[in-house]
């Protein structure tokens, strides 16, 4: 049986939980108080030394990261329909998982971490500059697509969607980006979707 750690207000921790009930696969979700600080304790950093949410343990497997659970789930449980076996539409799948380690969690995360959060070390500034700049990205991106690959959802979706769906937390207004928001819409319409405070299902 999978376990999942996570905290119910965490996209990286939702995204992982996202594609499980996607994939239809069970498993048990095991809350981490984070305000509480239970990620830095002794007993999370065993799971994971970087103190971080999501961690997943499948059969004596831990594994952290939320793109890297992705990718493991995908390629495991998935049946080549979330993570293609050809090597070019693999890489561009991957390419968004950086993505959304990169430019999405600098912009629409980041803003979010900031306003909910109130974490001050970010600068609200440069968050909404690159926030704007990865909206404006994808916004192009989908102008003649309904998903980010393929002619289907795959993890790339599922890896990118929770912060920039969530990016009204961040003060960031998503009014300017229809072809965003119509994909937002599709990911939230399909077959076993659940959602997450912000993003109700």
Same mark, same amino acid.
């Given at each position: @049986? ?13 995204? =992982?939980?996202? !594609? ?11 809350? =981490?108080?984070? @305000? ?8 999370? !950093?065993? !799971? ?8 997943? *343990? ?16 995908? +390629? $495991? ?23 959304? +380690? ?9 803003? $979010? ?35 980010? *690959? ?9 890896? =990118? ?27 939230? +319409?399909?077959?076993?979707? =659940?959602? @997450?405070?912000?993003? *109700?299902?």
């Amino acid at each position: @049986m999978i376990k999942l750690h996570g905290h119910e207000l965490s996209g990286n921790s939702y995204k =992982v939980r996202l !594609l499980l009930e996607l994939l239809g696969v069970p498993f048990t979700w095991v809350r =981490v108080d984070l @305000m509480a600080g239970e990620h830095k304790s002794p007993a999370f !950093l065993a !799971l994971n030394p970087f103190g971080q949410v999501p961690v997943l *343990e499948e059969d004596g497997t831990t594994l952290g990261d939320a793109q890297a659970i992705l990718f493991y789930l995908a +390629a $495991r449980q998935g049946d080549g329909q979330w993570l293609p076996a050809d090597p070019l539409a693999q890489a561009r799948v991957v390419r968004w998982l950086s993505t959304a +380690a990169g430019e999405v969690r600098q912009g629409p995360e980041n803003a $979010r971490l900031h306003h909910l959060f109130g974490v001050t070390s970010i600068s609200i500034e440069r968050a909404s500059e690159k926030a704007a700049f990865i909206l404006d990205q994808l916004e192009r991106h989908l102008a003649d697509r309904p998903w980010l *690959e393929l002619e289907r959802p795959t993890i790339a979706d599922i890896a =990118v969607f929770p912060y920039v769906a969530l990016a009204g937390d961040g003060g960031i207004d998503l009014a300017p980006y229809p072809n965003v928001r119509a994909w937002i819409g599709r990911i939230q +319409a399909l077959p076993g979707y =659940v959602g @997450m405070k912000g993003l *109700e299902a």
